[in-house]
């Protein structure tokens, strides 16, 4: 309660916060706005049975199980990231753009451009899917029609994009990871709601057990988001005029999980995309397509050959994030021009490759734990039985480290004002 007061008194960050909460009640007023013409029963009835839509839907901050403006939510601007991300590694000239503050900027911009094409690419697969889908949720539409509602939901991610930029320039969280954590925070009630609806005493243990798994899994998402390895420079001592400089000792932290949760998104689309084209096929004329297309189809919807190729791919993507993101090579060049060393390694190769080793370690970790946290709504689902209370270990993972980012930057801001005096 203190530290509440102390921010409600610093009046810009107070004024900082309350603009934030308003562009996320904005967002949410957004999100039941519905494109008109659309089956809304048999809309959620087709979320409920397909875990890719039900994972593009918490991304897109619960916008797309109620078709509405924003029904791609931030997706598209996450995946034109992702692909300018793993640019930087394949393109030399964008990997030196990344490492001046020019250069992000327009990469940032490049990044707001290909989030158009891409929405305008997406929205029109998933009113494709959805038309074609068994549920009769869009009856017979036109082509002016389609068009009209494409270009509706490629504003709606623009404009999603624009209020995360706003919420981001306030320095209390990251923009775009806080509305997919308002539209994971909306569902809470509903799922309260329907485990009240649908409560009886039988089931009492069972949602102490669902309790006290959840409270474990925030504490693991804890620990590992902050958990590091710091591994100790010492810096040379330097002389100038006859005095001495330098010769300080301190530490390289290495992050247990430097991936996030980007590792799950890369998994999920991989493994469910052959599903969704598949969808595409199941009704072709050419019979070997049909059968190959049910085949795919069927293979995964088979939980354990499921639940095994998303456990690996999630450990696999979470070392491939890794090497993206942490370079062990320009660390130890950069550590040796500096003057600094690791005690016991040599500098340069040596310090490279012993920096390479330690990550490949803790990344293990890492990635177990992402992985047990991708699959643990199937764990609990072949436990328990019951589907309405499967914990998301994805949507706990971004809650819990949006809530971390957060509460940071706002305690940096009250120490940067302490400093200052206010």
Same mark, same amino acid.
């Given at each position: 309660?203190?530290?509440? $007061?102390? +921010? @409600?008194?610093?009046?810009? /960050?107070?004024?900082?916060?309350?603009?934030?909460?308003?562009? /996320?009640v904005i967002f949410r007023l957004a999100a039941h706005l519905p494109v008109p013409g659309v089956n809304a029963q048999a809309l959620r009835d087709l979320f409920a049975s397909n875990q890719f839509l039900g994972l593009m839907n918490l991304f897109?901050?619960?916008?797309?199980?109620?078709?509405? #403006?924003?029904?791609?939510?931030?997706?598209? =601007?996450?995946?034109?990231?992702?692909?300018?991300? %793993?640019?930087?590694? +394949?393109?030399?000239?964008?990997?030196?753009?990344?490492?001046?503050?020019?250069?992000?900027?327009?990469?940032?911009? @490049?990044?707001?451009?290909?989030t158009v094409p891409l929405a305008v690419i997406q929205?029109?697969?998933?009113?494709?899917?959805?038309?074609?889908?068994?549920?009769?949720?869009?009856?017979? +539409?036109?082509?002016?029609?389609?068009?009209t509602i494409i270009v509706t939901i490629t504003a709606g991610t623009v404009f999603l994009m624009w209020l995360g930029e706003l919420i981001t320039e306030r320095k209390t969280g990251n923009g775009i990871?806080? %509305?997919?954590?308002?539209?994971?925070?909306?569902?809470?009630?509903?799922s309260i709601q329907q485990l009240i609806l649908t409560y009886d005493s039988s089931k009492?243990?069972? !949602? &102490?057990?669902?309790?006290?798994?959840?409270? /474990?899994?925030?504490?693991? !998402?804890?620990? #590992?988001?902050?958990?590091?390895?710091? +591994?100790? *420079?010492?810096?040379?001592?330097?002389?100038?005029?006859?005095?001495? =400089?330098?010769?300080?000792?301190?530490?390289?932290? $290495?992050? !247990?999980?430097?991936?996030?949760?980007?590792?799950? &998104?890369?998994?999920?689309?991989? &493994?469910?995309f052959p599903s969704m &084209?598949?969808?595409?096929? *199941?009704t072709s004329k050419v019979s070997w397509l049909a059968k190959a297309s049910t085949w795919v189809i069927g293979l995964l919807a088979n939980q354990w050959f499921y639940g095994i190729s998303y456990f690996i791919l999630v450990?696999?993507?979470?070392?491939?994030?890794?090497? !993206?993101?942490?370079?062990?090579?320009?660390?130890a060049e950069n550590l040796q021009k500096q003057g600094g060393f690791v005690p016991g390694i040599r500098p340069g190769q040596q310090t490279s490759r012993y920096l390479s080793g330690v990550l490949h370690k803790i990344t293990l970790a890492g990635a177990l734990f992402l992985g047990i946290i991708a699959i643990l709504p199937l764990i609990m689902k072949s436990i328990t039985g019951m589907q309405s209370l499967a914990i998301g270990g994805t949507s706990l993972l971004i809650v819990v480290s949006v809530v971390i980012e957060t509460v940071k930057q706002i305690e940096a801001q009250m120490t940067m004002r302490q400093y200052d005096g206010y």
């Open positions: 309660m203190e530290k509440l $007061l102390k +921010i @409600w008194r610093i009046r810009e /960050l107070r004024n900082n916060i309350l603009f934030v909460i308003a562009m /996320l897109s901050g619960g916008g797309m199980q109620n078709f509405s #403006i924003v029904m791609m939510g931030v997706a598209p =601007y996450i995946t034109a990231s992702i692909i300018f991300q %793993l640019l930087g590694m +394949i393109v030399p000239s964008i990997e030196e753009m990344n490492k001046e503050e020019a250069g992000r900027q327009k990469i940032n911009m @490049w990044t707001r451009w290909a929205s029109y697969g998933m009113i494709a899917l959805l038309r074609r889908s068994s549920y009769q949720i869009l009856g017979s +539409i036109d082509w002016l029609n389609y068009v990871s806080m %509305l997919i954590f308002a539209g994971i925070i909306a569902g809470v009630p509903q009492l243990f069972m !949602v &102490i057990g669902f309790v006290v798994i959840a409270i /474990l899994t925030i504490v693991g !998402v804890i620990y #590992i988001s902050e958990g590091q390895r710091n +591994i100790p *420079v010492q810096y040379a001592r330097q002389m100038h005029g006859g005095h001495s =400089y330098g010769g300080s000792t301190t530490h390289l932290p $290495l992050r !247990v999980n430097m991936a996030g949760v980007i590792p799950i &998104i890369f998994a999920v689309s991989v &493994i469910l &084209i598949a969808q595409f096929f *199941v450990v696999a993507f979470t070392y491939f994030y890794t090497e !993206v993101v942490f370079h062990p090579n320009q660390v």
